[in-house]
T-cell receptor
Framework: SQQGEEDPQALSIQEGENATMNCSYK?????LQWYRQNSGRGLVHLIL?????REKHSGRLRVTLDTSKKSSSLLITASRAADTASYFC????????FGKGTKLTVNP | GAVVSQHPSRVICKSGTSVKIECRSL??????MFWYRQFPKQSLMLMAT?????????EQGVEKDKFLINHASLTLSTLTVTSAHPEDSSFYIC????????????FGPGTRLTVT
């Protein structure tokens, strides 16, 4: 069964606003990863956060991990129209298991 | 950076025929490769884990005789959809894990299969 469950399923914001996506999972993990997918394309790896880390930054991205609540969040600050895509969390034990994803639309 | 290619990017085939999809790691060796399937507006579902030189490990519910996986070299894995049916129409994505790394995976651009 799938590990990650993202919410919201869809998010529509204006350019310049921040976008927050959440992910919950069910079992212990080695790490949690966030990916981006443009419509009909492959996946782009955004960020990996290890199970012993609580927060990680990469450019406009900020990821948090709360292993006690089995949840993670991805924050995109100062969003741009080019950020429009689907975002997936994936938990990594021996293999990646993907959540259902959040479809983000950033309106210019 | 590490690049994974897939060929073909799109394929249309008739029901009952077989289709082979290639996944190549272009600038690194990958002992392990993964095959995923993605239906429209849904997430990626892991189909199987492919290990070079040994049999693939299939996820529950995935028919190994229908989805044949061969990982004959450290840079190439193939997925053959045998006797394809319209319900096999999907987006197939592979990923490759560089040999010696426990967590990294690099994804291919995907193959859109349409069975008519």
């Amino acid at each position: 069964s799938q590990q990650g469950e993202e919410d919201p399923q869809a998010l529509s914001i204006q350019e310049g606003e921040n976008a927050t996506m959440n992910c919950s999972y069910k079992t212990s993990i080695n790490n949690l990863q966030w990916y981006r997918q443009n419509s009909g394309r492959g996946l782009v790896h955004l960020i990996l956060i290890r199970s012993n880390e609580r927060e990680k930054h990469s450019g406009r991205l900020r990821v948090t991990l709360d292993t006690s609540k089995k949840s993670s969040s991805l924050l995109i600050t100062a969003s741009r129209a080019a950020d429009t895509a689907s975002y997936f969390c994936a938990t990594d034990t021996e293999k990646l298991v993907f959540g259902k994803g959040t479809k983000l639309t950033v309106n210019p | 950076g590490a690049v994974v290619s897939q060929h073909p990017s799109r394929v249309i085939c008739k029901s009952g025929t077989s289709v082979k999809i290639e996944c190549r790691s272009l600038d690194f060796q990958a002992t392990t490769m993964f095959w995923y399937r993605q239906f429209p507006k849904q997430s990626l579902m892991l189909m199987a884990t492919s290990n070079e030189g040994s049999k693939a490990t299939y996820e529950q519910g995935v028919e190994k005789d229908k989805f044949l996986i061969n990982h004959a070299s450290l840079t190439l894995s193939t997925l053959t959809v045998t006797s394809a049916h319209p319900e096999d129409s999907s987006f197939y994505i592979c990923s490759a894990r560089p040999t010696g790394t426990p967590y990294e995976q690099y994804f291919g651009p995907g193959t859109r299969l349409t069975v008519t």
